[in-house]
C-alpha cells in the first residue's frame, strides 16, 4: 500500500466499497487477545548529501558527504521516541563512495519515520528537512525527497464501535472478547479509515516472527478465526 501502484489499489477498493459494514485485515494476530485499531503513519525520505571528491591524502582539499550524513544520521536518531510508542527515526539503508582512499563527493540516506498522528507527521517532515537544510561540513549540501508515504490511523468511533459489536456477538456465542491494542507498523487500515470504513486490523490466526524467515502461525487457532469470521459475518447480514 505504500508504493503508487498499492496506492491506487487500496484506493480503488475504498471508492467502490465506501458503503461496506466493514474491512477486515486478516494479517496474524500475534500472540491473541486483541487486534489492532490505530497504526502508525509511515513516511519515507532519501537524504541525497552532496560533497566534494579529494584523495584521500588531501583529504583537507574535499567535503566528505560521508561525515555530513553521518551527522544527519545521528540527529535523526536522536530526535527518536525511546520507548517507540511517539514519533521514531531510523536510517536503515546508507550508500557512499565505494573505494577507501577517496573523500566521498555523494551519500544517500534512506529514512523510515513513524508516527502517531498526522499533525505528528507534519512535525516530523519538518524536522526531517531541517536536518537536510543543515550542513555541519564545510562545502556539502542536502536535498530531500519524500519517496513513499502511508498515513496514520488514529483512534475512530467507528472502528471502536466496530470492536464492540465484535465483542457482544463473540461473547454471546462463548468465545472471549478482543481488546485493542496499537499497530506500531503501517497497514491498509490506514486509507480505509480515511475513507470511514470500520475497521479491525489483525483479525488473523495466531503466530509470531512476521516478515521473518522464521514467521510461523498455530494450526490451533485456526478453527477459532474461523469461528469468528463466521460470527461476524453473521454480525454484517443484520
Known amino acids: 500500500g505504500s508504493t503508487p501502484s498499492g496506492k ?4 480503488h477498493i475504498c471508492e467502490t466499497a465506501t458503503d461496506s459494514r466493514a474491512f477486515l485485515n486478516l494479517e496474524g494476530n500475534g500472540g491473541g487477545g486483541a487486534v489492532i485499531v490505530t497504526t502508525k ?16 591524502s588531501r583529504r583537507q582539499q574535499g567535503a566528505s558527504a560521508i561525515l555530513e550524513a553521518a551527522h544527519k544520521i545521528v540527529a535523526l536518531e536522536n530526535e527518536s521516541d525511546p520507548e517507540g510508542k511517539e514519533t521514531t527515526y531510523n536510517c536503515g539503508v546508507v550508500k557512499g563512495s565505494t573505494v577507501a582512499n577517496s573523500v566521498a563527493a555523494e551519500c544517500e540516506v534512506i529514512v523510515d519515520v513513524r508516527y502517531a498522528t498526522q499533525a505528528a507527521g507534519l512535525v516530523a517532515d519538518a524536522f526531517v528537512r531541517k536536518v537536510a537544510a543543515h550542513s555541519t561540513v564545510a562545502g556539502c549540501t542536502c536535498d530531500v525527497a519524500l519517496i513513499s508515504d502511508r498515513p496514520a490511523t488514529e483512534l475512530c468511533e467507528k472502528n471502536l464501535s466496530l470492536l464492540a459489536d465484535a465483542n457482544a456477538i463473540f461473547a454471546a456465542e462463548g468465545l472471549p472478547v478482543l481488546g485493542q491494542k496499537n499497530g506500531m507498523g503501517g497497514t491498509d487500515m490506514a486509507y480505509v479509515t480515511q475513507y470511514g470504513i470500520p475497521c479491525m486490523d489483525s483479525v488473523g490466526v ?8 522464521k514467521e510461523y502461525m498455530k494450526l490451533s487457532s485456526l478453527s477459532e478465526m474461523a469461528k469468528r469470521l463466521a460470527l461476524l459475518r453473521l454480525l454484517f447480514a443484520i
Open 8 to 11: 491506487r489499489t487500496i484506493r
Open 41 to 56: 503513519g509511515i513516511a519515507r525520505y532519501l537524504l541525497s548529501v552532496h560533497g566534494k571528491a579529494a584523495h584521500s
Open 206 to 213: 495466531r503466530g509470531g516472527n512476521v516478515h521473518s524467515i
